[in-house]
């Protein structure tokens, strides 16, 4: 990915619909920007990590402005990890566009990376955007309540449990999953009209090819379908 260096980035800040201060960071070009974004990070990620980085600075230099977020309980942001859901991920991407749009433009663009994914295709529902990207995503929300099945019981018994998820310690609740069990995300699915390019590498050992191949398959909308090859699922191989 060759990046344009002439770009510039700002952290910024603003508030979720819970009054929870999030915490962002807008990657803007030097000239007046196209279009405006909003980055939803993978699932406990934030919008530091390299590939947000890298996207940022690369639309950055292509005069398109990203505003990547952490999401409630995540990096610098309030709010515990714990007491958030997959609801309220929907809820800070809307609080992010609405940020944008007070004080620059409304975006029209929403890129989501592997559980980011799922979250903007509903906040797209919410707003008035062009074009959504996702990147490495699950065909659902719903992909995670399989990852955590052998814990359900135990998770339900205590509340929360700490749950080891790459190299971090969180932990998960009751109200998250509860919020994934019961959340429609296959029927809100099909009334997501905005153009969607589904990006999805085809070595991604987290969240399998396939499902990215079902999620295309599943929307209703204009749509086009990118195998990435010689790619991770978190896109941050040194040689990209």
Known sequence: ???????????????????????????????????????????????????????????????????????????????????????????????????????????KILIGHSFGGPTILMASLSLSVSHIMTLNSPSSPKHLLKTFSHLREEIRLKGKIPVIIGKKTVQISESFMSDLENYPFEDNLLFVKTQTHVFHAVDDNEVPF???????????????????????????????
């Open 1 to 107: 990915m060759k990046i344009n260096m002439e770009y510039m980035s700002k952290r910024v800040s603003f508030d979720n619909q819970k009054d929870l201060r999030l915490s962002a960071i807008i990657d803007l070009p030097k000239s007046e920007p196209k279009a405006y974004a909003v980055y939803a990070p993978c699932f406990t990620c934030g919008k530091d990590i390299l590939c947000a980085n890298r996207l940022g600075k690369y639309l950055a230099g292509n005069d398109i402005a990203t505003l990547r977020i952490d999401f409630t309980g995540i990096g610098n942001s309030e709010g515990k990890f714990e007491d958030s859901t997959f609801s309220d991920n929907v809820s800070d991407i809307i609080s992010a566009a609405q940020y944008l749009e007070k004080n620059f433009r409304a975006p």
């Open 210 to 240: 396939e499902k990215g191949e079902l999620l295309f398959q599943s929307l209703l909308c204009r749509k086009n379908f990118f195998a990435l090859k010689n790619m991770n699922h978190l896109l941050d191989r040194k040689e990209y």
